[in-house]
């Protein structure tokens, strides 16, 4: 529908204006709701898909990357979902992700803007073969956030988050 294009829209463009999605350029709505379309910056020139298989996920310092992206997402109170290689174009020159396809998305705030952080922070930590780091920060940050306790739980998750941007 238009209103989940229109959310689609916005979503994209609070990752726009972080540099780590195309800038849209504007929303179409035809009758009958029959071609409606998000266009945006077309970024296919600097750009370039990963992995063999559209539908698998990205791997190694690709996922890190991603989940280093997804961390600042939830920062700025975005979930992002639905990565896998067909939705991420990454720089030619450096490799950076570009985030393409926010269908899935919607605004985070409280515990599950916590929850959404460590998420990405800790799957980060497993793609960069950090699994027993990833297992005792989701498992603290989780704790905290059953006990109620969202604010220490946000600190933890925020601490974790800037180790994850450490890795390159």
């Not at 910056?41 to 600097?46: G, M």
């Not at 791997?59 to 920062?75: C, E, K, P, T, Y």
């Not at 989701?138 to 941007?165: C, H, I, N, P, Y």
Request: charged share 25%; net charge negative.
């Amino acid at each position: 529908t238009y209103n989940d294009m229109e959310r689609e829209a916005n979503m994209q463009a609070i990752a726009a204006e972080m540099g780590i999605a195309p800038k849209v350029a504007g929303l179409e709505r035809f009758a009958g709701g029959i071609g409606n379309r998000i266009e945006m910056a077309d970024v296919r020139d600097n750009f370039e898909p990963h992995g063999k298989r559209a539908r698998e996920f990205p791997s190694g310092r690709d996922a890190v990357r991603v989940n280093q992206q997804l961390g600042q997402l939830a920062l700025k109170g975005v979930r992002l979902e639905d990565r896998h290689n067909a939705n991420v174009l990454y720089n030619k020159a450096t490799g950076r992700p570009m985030q393409l396809d926010f269908g899935i998305a919607g605004r985070v705030e409280g515990s599950e803007q916590v929850a959404t952080l460590a998420n990405a922070t800790a799957e980060g930590f497993e793609a960069a073969g950090l699994g027993d780091i990833a297992s005792i920060y989701r498992a603290t940050v989780m704790d905290l956030l059953e006990g109620g306790d969202v604010a220490d739980a946000m600190d933890v998750a925020k601490q974790g988050f800037s180790r994850l941007q450490k890795i390159k």
